[in-house]
């Protein structure tokens, strides 16, 4: 088993950052053939997700349409006025498990892996491990 944690920095509030290649490095480091690469994102308004990475447009309406989805105008409770991004988080998730297989992440010709930022900017962390 290997592990670590990679920083992920953000510069929009509402933001899709692709962290697959720094995934792909640490897979590399860690020299496993076969497994699995589990991700942790520890942060209450930021989630992890895959998608298309071929064309980045893709991301944009995916914000797009979370900006309709979820109302940023709602007369919330939390004091912060983040509370649309605690919301974002959970429908997106903390974690993603990929399988790898030939030293290589079994993503899909399009996947790639997302960093969802919803209450940035801000300088993050992702914990990951291999086993």
């Known amino acids: 088993m290997r592990k670590g944690t990679i920083r992920v920095k953000t510069s ?14 640490e897979l590399a480091g860690a020299k496993i053939d076969e497994g699995i690469c589990y991700l942790y994102n520890p942060h209450t308004t930021a989630g992890l997700t895959i998608n298309e990475g071929a064309d980045p447009t893709v991301q944009t309406d995916i914000i797009k349409a979370l900006k309709e989805i979820i109302p940023f105008d ?24 990929v399988f790898i297989e030939n030293g290589r992440l079994q993503l899909g010709t399009w996947q790639k892996i997302y960093f969802c930022e919803f209450d940035g900017p801000r300088t993050r962390t992702v914990h990951w491990r291999i086993s």
């Open 74 to 97: 709602l007369q919330y409770q939390h004091l912060e006025g983040n509370s649309p991004s605690h919301v974002l988080a959970s429908l997106f998730g903390a974690s993603l498990t």
């Open 12 to 25: 929009g509030y509402m933001q899709l950052v692709d962290i697959t290649r720094k995934i792909e490095e």
